[in-house]
């Protein structure tokens, strides 16, 4: 596990508008200690968002949210855990009913203070305030799995084609980001075949087991 304060200050941001960010969550989490990761925190609080992939890094799992009445990723609130790689596999298991889910890396590929804007939740009038929030990529096989909404939350699962997300997803101040998660995971995945993975080998997700490294040279010697 690494602890939300080692992950936030050893991220390194890839553009001006992440740097501020990362300023600004930094200073948050300084101002109001552990509380920032409770809703305590009424201005400003850490959330933590699951970019859930296929194994190819063509498709994108994602939910129908209630609230916001557009297809959007997974995620939620710490709610006290400073474990926010396990927040956001949990947010993600939670609200798609997908298990085996691996991430492309430990450490988060965006991190971005996001407006949430005043609405009403069960009832009760959610004052306008900041999700500080942290975005990993996770994969999961597209096949051999039942998909599950929560109908507190949201009312549709379904796996998109990743370069078409602007025709399923109404929120546009969403876009950028999902477009720069598939961009860097993307870029993750090359970086890694390159440095670390025989020229013939390939990941793929295999349901129970997770992320597993598959060796055409291996396959060949082997029967089925």
Request: glycine share 6%; proline share 5%; net charge negative.
């Amino acid at each position: 596990m690494t602890d939300y304060l080692t992950l936030l200050n050893t991220y390194q941001p890839g553009d001006p508008r992440e740097e501020a960010d990362k300023t600004l969550i930094l200073d948050c989490c300084r101002r109001w200690g552990a509380k920032i990761l409770t809703r305590e925190a009424l201005a400003a609080h850490i959330t933590s968002s699951a970019f859930v992939m296929s194994p190819d890094l063509q498709w994108v799992l994602m939910v129908w949210h209630n609230i916001y009445q557009s297809w959007a990723w997974t995620g939620g609130h710490a709610d006290g855990e400073r474990d926010l790689l396990a927040v956001a596999i949990r947010e993600a298991e939670e609200e798609t009913g997908v298990r085996g889910l691996v991430p492309l890396r430990e450490e988060p590929l965006s991190i971005e203070a996001l407006t949430v804007c005043q609405h009403q939740k069960r009832g009760k009038e959610v004052a306008a305030h900041l999700h500080l929030n942290v975005s990993f990529v996770l994969l999961a096989a597209r096949e051999g799995q039942a998909l599950a909404a929560k109908p507190d939350e949201n009312s549709g699962v379904a796996w998109l084609p990743a370069e078409e997300l602007d025709r399923w997803c109404n929120e546009a101040e969403m876009l950028p980001v999902y477009r720069r998660l598939i961009q860097r995971a993307r870029k993750t995945r090359a970086s890694a075949r390159r440095h670390t993975l025989p020229a013939a080998s390939r990941l793929k997700v295999v349901p129970g087991l997770g992320l597993c490294l598959e060796s055409e040279a291996v396959k060949g010697d082997n029967p089925p």
